[in-house]
């Protein structure tokens, strides 16, 4: 690739130019760069679309899906003509459309342990498009194994998560996120639903953080996750740090990955995970509140729920799948003891707080819920649907 920009390059490219911290030395740097995007969906829509605007010379488009109707709603870079076609060659062609000068490569499988390295070591990057822990895993081990940055996405029903994992030798993935969340705190959006056009807020984000990356510019999201309430539209950012106890990866493993999908961990010194948090009986709950005991009180239902009944002294609703973005609003200098309906959420959710770094020692499960607490406790609160 040429290591200069033709004229109409320079007309394309003319406010990028402009720009002192870009300049011609910079679109040529777009320009000789290559970036893989795991991912034609939501996030990958206008991560790539960004991506082609903005020079990049070689972009890399991984994925195994098919358009669909139901894709069109957020995944902004396919179009009715392209359902039934294979999303890498409706992307593709896309992009062919906006930007001629750049190169594409599409890869029509998922991206797996087996081909991971091979892949990932053609490009200076990767931007993660994708809905599921198992292929993030994998990106962010493959990553560390050949030390390149990724730019991670995640988005769910109105809230969306962006950072830089791996940067310079800044953390990754698994410092954030030892562990995937149970299920049932992550859906996908095909089981929770999600507002169009919040894969466009995220994707946008996710595509500036890789310019900034290339270019060498501004203060990249590394150690930093930032979180997005598209309905309140409240932008947080949260600190990390890298795990010092946290061995390097050297060795991309579907039994490593498997262990951090499944939170089933065995094998090279890492025994399966002690939890040390307490199931606590309505009935000891009220007795320990009642003699002076100020623990945060978190209710884990939907809001339909909360609209039937509530326990007194409810410190704080998050629904079970907003946990994981909404994990700085439960403090870690407090006991915090978790309830749902019968105690099945309320125990994931206590599992997953402690995974996530809170002290298993302040944390507490009530057993049986709201249930029990109407069994044992107080018989005017309502019970309501199955166990």
Same mark, same amino acid.
């Given at each position: ?234 932008? #947080?950012?949260?600190?990390?740090? =890298? ?6 990866? /050297? !060795?991309?493993? &579907?039994?490593?990955? *498997? ?28 007795? #320990?509140?009642?003699?002076?005991? =100020? ?6 239902? /939907? !809001?339909?729920? &909360?609209?039937?009944? *509530? ?77």
């Amino acid at each position: 690739m040429s290591a200069k920009l033709s004229d109409a390059e320079r007309d394309r490219y003319m406010r990028h130019l402009m720009l002192p911290q870009v300049g011609e030395k910079g679109q040529i740097r777009l320009k000789e760069s290559s970036i893989l995007v795991v991912g034609t969906g939501g996030l990958g829509s206008p991560v790539l679309l960004y991506l082609a605007s903005a020079g990049i010379g070689r972009i890399g488009i991984i994925d195994d899906d098919i358009v669909d109707i139901s894709n069109l709603q957020r995944q902004i870079i396919h179009s009715s003509i392209s359902i039934g076609d294979s999303k890498v060659d409706s992307a593709s062609n896309r992009l062919k459309e906006l930007n001629p000068e750049i190169i594409i490569e599409t890869y029509d499988y998922r991206l797996n342990v087996d081909n991971a390295l091979e892949i990932i070591s053609k490009f200076d990057l990767v931007v993660d498009g994708t809905d599921n822990f198992e292929t993030r895993y994998i990106i962010n081990d493959a990553c560390e194994i050949l030390n390149k940055t990724w730019v991670f996405g995640s988005i769910h029903r109105f809230d969306g998560q962006v950072s830089v994992f791996n940067h310079r030798g800044g953390p990754n993935y698994r410092d954030l996120f030892p562990q995937a969340p149970p299920p049932e705190l992550a859906p996908n959006c095909a089981e929770a639903g999600v507002l169009g056009v919040l894969p466009g807020l995220v994707g946008s984000i996710q595509a500036n953080e890789a310019l900034k990356i290339i270019l060498d510019i501004g203060e990249p999201l590394s150690g930093k996750l930032l979180t997005i309430d598209a309905l309140s539209m409240q932008i #947080r950012s949260l600190s990390y740090i =890298k795990d010092p106890k946290r061995q390097k990866i /050297t !060795e991309l493993s &579907e039994e490593a990955i *498997s262990c951090a999908v499944t939170g089933n961990q065995d094998g090279d010194g890492s025994a399966n995970f002690e939890f040390r948090y307490e199931d606590i009986l309505p009935t000891e709950f009220k007795s #320990r509140t009642s003699a002076g005991w =100020k623990p945060f009180f978190l209710d884990v239902r /939907t !809001e339909i729920e &909360e609209r039937i009944v *509530s326990l007194p002294n409810t410190s704080l609703r998050i629904s079970i799948e907003q946990i994981p973005s909404n994990i700085e609003l439960i403090p870690r200098d407090r006991d915090i003891v978790v309830y749902c309906k019968s105690g099945k959420r309320s125990i994931s959710v206590v599992q997953f707080l402690e995974k996530s770094g809170l002290k298993g020692d302040n944390l507490y499960n009530l057993v049986g819920g709201i249930h029990l607490w109407s069994d044992t406790v107080d018989s005017s609160v309502i019970k309501y649907g199955s166990a």
